[in-house]
């Protein structure tokens, strides 16, 4: 499967940026699919999951009541609506699938999905 993010660029604190995770190759409705962040010089760190059919979704306590990961298995993506942005929220964004077997149901974890899309900037600047 090929993961497309897109939607970043640069947006002044408070603002809202919508990202989207396009799959090709296969369909992602087998797949748990997250969200994860990497800031210039620090670690990939996990954001937001969301299960199979939508039903169970997992944030980071840093954008919680913030952020909102959901999916449209009919159109093979997965989105992700920030508001509320703020400078410390800048990083690549990189979306990622779990693949349709082996998921233990831990979504935080980078090492339960196998495949990663390129990733899309987000900047939070004034």
């Known amino acids: 499967v090929q993961l497309q993010a897109s939607g970043g660029g640069l947006v002044q604190p408070g603002g809202s940026l919508r990202l989207s995770c396009a799959a090709s190759g296969r369909t992602v409705s087998t797949d748990a699919m997250g969200w994860f962040r990497q800031a210039p010089g620090g670690e990939r760190e996990f954001v937001a999951a969301?299960?199979?059919?939508?039903?169970?979704?997992d944030y980071a306590d840093s954008v919680k009541g913030r952020f909102t990961i959901s999916r449209d298995n009919a159109m093979n993506t997965v989105y992700m609506q920030m508001v509320s942005l703020k400078p410390e929220d800048t990083a690549v964004y990189y979306c990622?699938?779990?693949?349709?077997?082996?998921?233990?149901?831990?979504?935080?974890?980078?090492?339960?999905?196998?495949?990663w899309g390129q990733g899309t900037l987000v900047t939070v600047s004034s």
């Open positions: 969301i299960s199979r059919r939508g039903a169970i979704t």
């Open positions: 990622a699938a779990s693949g349709p077997t082996g998921f233990s149901g831990t979504y935080f974890l980078r090492a339960q999905y196998q495949y």
